[in-house]
């Protein structure tokens, strides 16, 4: 399951074992894991093509939920059913999709950070009607800004909406959302609720684990490991379309008896590696809305190094757990990463802060208790106005 979805079925487990019952509306089925869903949610109503409004209202009537919790909905159909239905609303911003037409608050030919709301700007002149097309057929498609400030408006009527970091928050705010029905839950999963331990052996081994994509800056990392003065290993673990570019890139830096990408790899090699590590790393050029991938790190006691970029410096914080590195500054991350390879009584301290930190403030139980409170103030909140 991808984040987003496997967030909704984890928390809507958790909320059934507290008590409550949960259904879903949902898209196209994959065919994956559909007994676990069905054995959860007691109803599921599946959205059919062209008729999605007419099922949504259907599925409201027929199942009367107290709160309907959106997740990474774009279908304007349903969401203004979702509106029209007077239930309480509250949606989960996962990422930048809901206000950025590119997806990623980010200009992928020029790499720059977009600070700006959604508006005429938009079209040009970023030209983000013309996006990537990764559902095959053409290789671009056609993204409206008149259909994106629908969706904006509509979602500005729901009674919440969850967000993982300060940073989100602030996004939603310039785009014209109330700050007064914005809360911050983040979406800890229950695996980072065991931590481990590394042993910081002398392989000096540094790990990365997430996509290969631009955004993602593995290129930026390869170009910034090149600067490292000291003997390490480096193993970059994850998959995605901008690989081969890096898979060359490593070759030509000459990388490639120190650098290993591994694509996707079993849990227990996963736990095996990071059982050795030395620095944990994230290089990301986009801004992140939370960069749950710098936790897997703190999980085994790791520092971390990263680039500034969004909300990863509400759980990385300089020198305290790792350290936070100026956008695209690769002199900086690789001074960074070798202070630690040579300084390992640091990079300890460092990651026991940082599973210190996991434990006191990530915790999946902490996550969903927020949510639950949060289901509670927005029925008791609808119930009121009701009796006016």
């Given at each position: 399951?991808?984040?987003?979805?496997?967030?909704?079925?984890?928390t809507?487990t958790?909320?059934?074992?507290?008590?409550?019952?949960?259904?879903i509306?949902?898209?196209?089925?994959?065919?994956?894991g559909?007994?676990?869903?069905?054995?959860t949610?007691?109803?599921?109503f599946?959205?059919?093509?062209?008729?999605?409004?007419?099922t949504?209202?259907?599925?409201i009537?027929g199942?009367r939920p107290?709160v309907?919790y959106?997740?990474k909905?774009?279908?304007?159909?349903?969401i203004?059913?979702?509106v029209?239905?007077?239930?309480?609303l509250?949606?989960?911003v996962h990422?930048?999709?809901?206000y950025?037409?590119r997806?990623?608050?980010?200009?992928?030919?020029?790499?720059?950070?977009c600070?700006?709301?959604?508006?005429a700007?938009c079209?040009?002149?970023?030209?983000?009607?013309?996006?990537?097309?990764?559902?095959?057929?053409l290789?671009?498609?056609?993204?409206?800004?008149?259909?994106?400030?629908?969706e904006?408006?509509?979602n500005?009527?729901?009674?919440?909406?969850?967000?993982a970091?300060r940073?989100?928050?602030?996004e939603?705010?310039r785009n014209?959302f109330?700050?007064?029905?914005?809360?911050?839950?983040?979406?800890?999963?229950?695996?980072?609720?065991?931590?481990?331990?590394?042993?910081?052996?002398?392989?000096?081994?540094?790990?990365?684990?997430?996509q290969?994509?631009?955004?993602?800056?593995?290129?930026?990392?390869?170009?910034?490991?090149a600067?490292?003065?000291v003997?390490?290993?480096?193993?970059?673990f994850?998959?995605?379309s901008?690989?081969?570019?890096?898979?060359?890139?490593?070759?030509?830096?000459g990388?490639?008896?120190?650098v290993?990408?591994?694509?996707?790899?079993p849990r227990?090699?996963?736990?095996?590696?990071?059982?050795?590590g030395s620095v944990?790393?994230?290089?990301?050029?986009w801004?992140e809305?939370?960069?749950s991938?710098?936790?897997?790190?703190?999980r085994?006691?790791?520092?971390?190094?990263?680039?500034?970029?969004?909300?990863?410096?509400?759980w990385?914080?300089?020198?305290?757990?790792?350290f936070?590195?100026?956008w695209?500054d690769?002199?900086g991350?690789?001074?960074?990463?070798?202070?630690?390879?040579?300084n390992?009584a640091?990079?300890?301290?460092?990651?026991?802060?940082?599973r210190?930190?996991?434990?006191?403030k990530?915790?999946?139980t902490?996550?969903?208790?927020?949510?639950?409170?949060m289901?509670?103030?927005?029925?008791?909140?609808?119930?009121?106005?009701?009796?006016k």
């Open positions: 399951m991808a984040g987003a979805e496997a967030n909704a079925f984890l809507a958790e909320l059934k074992s507290r008590g409550h019952t949960v259904g509306l949902h898209g196209e089925a994959t065919g994956r559909e007994s676990g869903w069905r054995e949610f007691s109803q599921c599946a959205l059919n093509n062209g008729h999605s409004s007419e949504t209202r259907a599925a009537e199942f107290d309907v959106v997740h909905l774009a279908d304007l159909a349903v203004e059913a979702l029209g239905s007077n239930r309480p509250v949606r989960m990422d930048h999709d809901l950025c037409m997806s990623y608050k980010y200009n992928p030919f020029t790499r720059q950070i600070k700006r709301a959604a508006s700007y079209v040009f002149p970023c030209g983000a009607t013309l996006a990537r097309n990764r559902d095959g057929g290789p671009f498609r056609w993204v409206s800004y008149l259909a994106k400030k629908k904006l408006r509509l500005r009527q729901f009674q919440r909406m969850v967000v970091t940073y989100m928050r602030d939603l705010v014209h109330d700050r007064d029905k914005i809360e911050i839950h983040v979406p800890v999963p229950r695996a980072l609720e065991t931590p481990r331990q590394s042993s910081f052996n002398n392989r000096n081994l540094i790990l990365y684990t997430g290969i994509i631009r955004g993602k800056g593995v290129d930026v990392l390869l170009e910034s490991l600067q490292v003065r003997p390490f290993e480096c193993i970059i994850g998959e995605g901008h690989r081969p570019y890096c898979v060359e890139l490593c070759r030509k830096l990388l490639n008896d120190r290993q990408l591994k694509g996707f790899v227990e090699e996963l736990d095996q590696q990071y059982g050795d944990a790393v994230m290089s990301s050029v801004p809305p939370f960069g991938a710098g936790l897997e790190g703190m085994y006691g790791l520092p971390v190094v990263a680039f500034d970029a969004g909300g990863i410096s509400e990385l914080i300089d020198s305290h757990n790792g936070l590195v100026p695209m690769r002199a991350f690789a001074a960074r990463v070798e202070q630690l390879l040579r390992k640091l990079g300890k301290q460092m990651g026991e802060r940082g210190k930190l996991l434990t006191q990530y915790t999946f902490r996550y969903i208790d927020g949510l639950e409170k289901f509670e103030n927005v029925v008791l909140e609808a119930r009121s106005q009701t009796h």
